[in-house]
């Protein structure tokens, strides 16, 4: 048999969705990092957070079990112990006494992304109490609540902003997995920012102690210049003025007057260092410059540096260290309130019972549709590309939801299912008018069952479309599955089943 | 093979160009409008007793979810808690082919921190993510999300009847089509308050997907009722109705086993399809009956034959 074009555009089409869904990836081996820890062993050597751990000290890791077993095994102590990391990336040798420094988690089977009501984890809408925030509020919250999240060591985060119909600007955080205990408290504590010279507190975040901080101004905030680092790889540095109060420029005169000066390559340095810590966790210790010794300055100079492999990679990664360090002294207290107003916390093993029965479902509702097709037109060649077609749509919708990585949500899945209807009820319209009415061609019959499928599609994108804006964008999931859906109905599915019915009743 | 078809079409046309639905069809008519009365009045009696049209879900109301996972008695918790939390409610999740129960799941207006310590009082053990699930929405929010939704489902109806009214261009049949659509939601809202059941912000949403899947067979009965003039209107009114009933029934067969064979599921999940059960199966009625009655007397008057 002859395939024509729109099959053709079908079978292309399945083809892509299964390269965006990658199912062969549940054969791969080895465990995820997730996250490590800065200034690491593992860190310095190059391990980095998305690549795959394959084997340690030589035993093949294939799931969590195994690296647990591993490490369980290794008994860090005291003393230094070398651990021979395989991954994908290359091998390291890691020397550590603790902990390696790094959390891993198991591979993901595709790229298809679950939601947390199916995945496990924990979701929280958090707005401003008695403000609303600009836009520029919501993004300075959410680089806070970024950074102190990635301070206390929680990585798989996703934190946006999300606007509503009424105007309500709030931040949503998910996170996948196990919940930090004290969630609610990290994200909506206002937090404490101290900065110290040894022991001696210098100024505390928040307007009392810092004036103001310079940003987005490069007269004041910029990238000073890119050099070779030795062993490969550039190194960018940074600089951007803070300007203290009174008060506590004072208090950093006080405190540096007596203190001896270090002479090194790269200028010349008090013997200690500036050390910021945002709730008791250090984030970055900097260095003053001589010239700062005993003065009451109220501008002071932060600089820092970042590196990449080439020379764009450090310039962002210097960008980058400088607007978190830049944050961090802004709002190292946050300047208003929060509130959380929604908090979700779902536990993994109910998501697993749920993904099982929900499969359990499709199966049941495929039998049920295949025997009431099989019953109406008693042919298995049209029951059997009916539900082909049925099965495409939904395997195109993973497809794109793959693509955009889209977290699969219950309400999503619903909409993919809600969409197959849809689907089966085009292709009954399209089946009953081509047999209906044999004294008019089978492309007349065919063109007025497009003009109901395509009036059936319009409405239902018309109806769904709200959905993207009401309610916190909660329910998008169930409205965009469904477009796609039906837009992959409408473009890729139904041509090629025309045509298939065309080919079938000549 | 043709000639065998065109007998059997002929049979068939006689046997639906047959006179009575021209005498009866503006009964039929009545009977889902009646029901669309009958509706209205206890939804504005509803309103009258509730304060609001739904009962709504914590989702909607602000207050606890609390899922705890495993075979958790209902009898144990029930009377304790309802001293505490007058407003306490329970739902099974069971699993589909042992009726397990997989999890208890607890509502209250209370606050997260408050319902659990008491749930882990009565049960003798700590909550946590390992065992339980705790789902909790603002009181200010949950407010939020009902208008906010409520004003979805109003710019959903209303893109939807502009969509019906391009695609068909004439008066009449489009306020048919949008007529049903409207009967279907209130006779749907109704029957889930007799039932007593809450809906979630899922649930809402569901409704603006009812609307959009409810008129495709509205629209395949006005099109072939306007459109294809071979054959007599009563006959291809139907025909029409052989197609949409199919396509209503396959698309029950879709929803329906989510709602009442399994409960082990998403609450989001179950609300959604509990509302296009119900919805499809009044869209049944409103597009028949209702619609068709409609678009026949419209023709008529029109002399479309």
């Known amino acids: 048999m002859k395939i024509g074009v729109r099959i053709w555009i079908l079978i292309i089409a399945l083809f892509l969705a299964f390269l965006a869904i990658a199912p062969w990836k549940t054969l791969e081996k080895g465990v995820l990092v997730q996250s490590v820890e800065q200034n690491s062993s593992a860190f310095e050597e190059g391990l980095r957070k998305g690549q795959i751990i394959t084997m340690i000290d030589g035993n093949s890791i294939e799931s969590l079990e195994d690296f647990s077993k591993i490490i369980l095994e290794k008994n860090y102590s005291n003393e230094k112990i070398k651990t021979l990391i395989k991954t994908n990336a290359g091998e390291f040798i890691i020397y550590s006494n603790e902990s390696l420094g790094i959390t891993v988690s198991s591979l993901p089977n595709t790229n298809l992304k679950t939601g947390l009501d199916l995945s496990g984890g924990s979701r929280a809408l958090i707005k401003a109490k008695e403000k609303d925030l600009s836009s520029n509020e919501v993004s300075d919250l959410i680089d806070v609540i970024t950074n102190r999240l990635n301070v206390y060591g929680i990585a798989d985060v996703q934190i946006v902003p999300v606007s509503d119909l009424s105007g309500n600007n709030f931040v949503s955080i998910e996170i996948a997995g196990a919940t930090p205990k004290d969630l609610e408290e990290l994200i909506s504590k206002q937090g404490k920012f101290e900065s110290k010279i040894g022991n001696k507190t210098v100024f505390i975040g928040g307007e009392e102690d810092i004036a103001s901080v310079c940003r987005n101004d490069a007269t004041c905030a910029r990238i000073e210049g890119c050099f070779d680092a030795q062993g490969g790889g550039y190194f960018c540095n940074f600089r951007f003025s803070i300007y203290l109060s009174q008060v506590a420029a004072e208090r950093h005169a006080e405190i540096t007057k007596d203190m001896p000066v270090n002479s090194t390559p790269q200028g010349n340095y008090l013997s200690e260092k500036l050390d910021l810590y945002l709730d008791d966790v250090l984030v970055d210790s900097l260095l003053i410059s001589e010239g700062l010794k005993g003065r009451v300055t109220t501008q002071i100079a932060i600089s820092g540096s970042g590196s990449g492999e080439n020379k764009e990679d450090a310039i962002n990664s210097a960008e980058e260290q400088m607007h978190k360090l830049q944050t961090v002294l802004i709002t190292g207290s946050l300047p208003y309130k929060l509130e959380v107003v929604k908090l979700d916390t779902i536990s993994p093993s109910l998501g697993k019972e749920f993904t099982k029965n929900i499969f359990l479902l499709g199966g049941v509702v495929f039998l049920i549709i295949s025997i009431i097709l099989f019953v109406k037109y008693k042919k298995i060649k049209i029951t059997l590309s009916v539900i082909l077609t049925m099965f495409s749509e939904a395997f195109l919708t993973l497809g794109i939801a793959a693509l955009i990585s889209w977290n699969l949500d219950a309400p999503s899945i619903a909409g993919i299912i809600a969409g197959m209807g849809t689907g089966v009820n085009d292709q009954i319209v399209i089946l009953d008018e081509s047999t209906s009415n044999t004294s008019i061609s089978v492309k007349e019959r065919i063109k007025r069952a497009l003009f109901i499928i395509f009036g059936a599609f319009f409405t239902i994108i018309a109806a769904m479309l709200p959905l993207f804006w009401a309610g916190a964008g909660m329910l998008k999931g169930f409205a965009l599955t469904t477009i796609i859906s039906v837009t992959v109905g409408i473009l890729i599915t139904r041509p090629a089943f025309a045509e298939i019915v065309r080919r079938i009743q000549d | ?305």
Not at chain 2, 230 to 239: C, Q, V, Y
């Open chain 2, 1 to 305: 093979m043709k000639n065998m078809e065109e007998i059997k079409e002929e049979k068939h046309n006689k046997r639906f160009s047959k006179e009575w639905y021209n005498k009866y069809y503006k009964i039929l008519f009545l009977i889902p409008v009646l029901f669309l009365f009958i509706s209205l009045i206890y939804l504005g009696y509803f309103y009258s007793k509730n304060g609001d049209f739904i009962y709504k879900d914590v989702s909607l109301s602000g207050g606890t979810s609390l899922t705890i996972n495993g075979e958790v008695s209902q009898e144990i918790l029930e009377p304790e808690l309802k001293l505490i939390f007058p407003d306490v409610s329970f739902t099974h999740l069971s699993e589909l082919t042992s009726k397990k129960q997989i999890a208890l799941r607890i509502e209250s207006s209370a606050s997260p921190e408050d319902l659990k310590k008491e749930v882990e009082t009565i049960l003798g053990y700590s909550l946590t993510e390992d065992n339980s699930s705790v789902e909790f929405t603002g009181s200010s929010l949950s407010k939020d999300f009902y208008k906010q939704l409520i004003i979805a489902l109003i710019i959903s109806f209303i893109l939807m009847s502009i969509v019906i009214f391009i695609l068909f261009k004439s008066f009449v049949p489009s306020i048919a089509v949008i007529f049903a659509a409207f009967a279907d939601i209130v006779i749907s809202l109704a029957v889930i308050d007799y039932l007593g059941i809450k809906i979630s912000a899922a649930g809402i949403a569901a409704f603006l997907m009812l609307l959009g899947y409810s008129v495709d067979t509205d629209i395949l009965l006005t099109s072939r009722a306007l459109k294809s003039q071979e054959k007599p209107l009563n006959s291809r009114i139907f025909g029409a109705f052989k197609t949409g009933i199919f396509m209503t029934l396959t698309a029950l067969a879709a929803v329906v086993p989510a709602f009442f064979l399994i409960t082990g599921l998403p609450d989001s999940f179950r609300q959604i399809f509990l509302v296009l059960s119900i919805g499809l199966t009044a869209d049944i009625f409103n597009t028949w009956l209702t619609n068709a009655g409609i678009i026949k007397w419209y023709c008529d008057k029109k002399k479309i034959q």
